[in-house]
């Protein structure tokens, strides 16, 4: 399948913008960071979009909350942070209608404690686009 490029590189914009936006240290020493993978895996293009930061909770996850349209993370609000809660969603739209998928998971940096305490602090948060490979043309694979 070929895919609309405009669409897909907003969906990649969706997803980058959200890893910056939701990134975030705790101590000033420490610096934020998001990261950029890309790999095959079987039959899928996969790209990774990995940040520490904001976390995502299992529900809003497993319930699949968090790509309702219009709905942004229980913990999205922290240092003002503004937004419409349409990235993720926009973004699983354009790659489902490609034959594809947005995943999402989040985990804790340092697991323990109570919940409230827990979540106060920063997650591993990684969303992975993931697109099927084009077609072969001429015996090999675009």
């Known amino acids: ?5 405009r669409d897909v590189v907003r969906a990649i ?3 980058i913008h959200n890893a910056i936006k939701y990134s975030w240290n705790r101590d000033s020493d420490e610096k934020r960071w998001v990261t950029i993978r890309s790999k095959i895996v ?3 293009v996969w790209i990774e979009f990995e940040n520490f930061g904001v976390p995502i909770t299992k ?3 497993d319930h699949e909350i968090i790509f309702e349209i219009g709905v942004r993370g229980r913990l999205s609000h922290d240092r003002g942070r503004t937004g419409t809660g349409v990235g993720l969603s926009d973004a699983r739209r354009i790659a489902r209608r490609h034959g594809g998928d947005v995943v999402i998971s989040s985990r804790p940096v340092s697991p323990g404690g109570r919940e409230d305490d827990y979540l106060k602090n ?3 948060t ?5 697109l099927p490979l084009p077609p072969k043309r001429g015996g090999k694979q675009l």
């Open 59 to 61: 529900e809003e996850i």
């Open 42 to 44: 079987d039959k899928e």
């Open 1 to 5: 399948m070929l895919v609309a490029k």
């Open 13 to 15: 914009s969706n997803l």
């Open 122 to 124: 920063p997650f591993i």
């Open 126 to 130: 990684t969303a992975i686009l993931k």
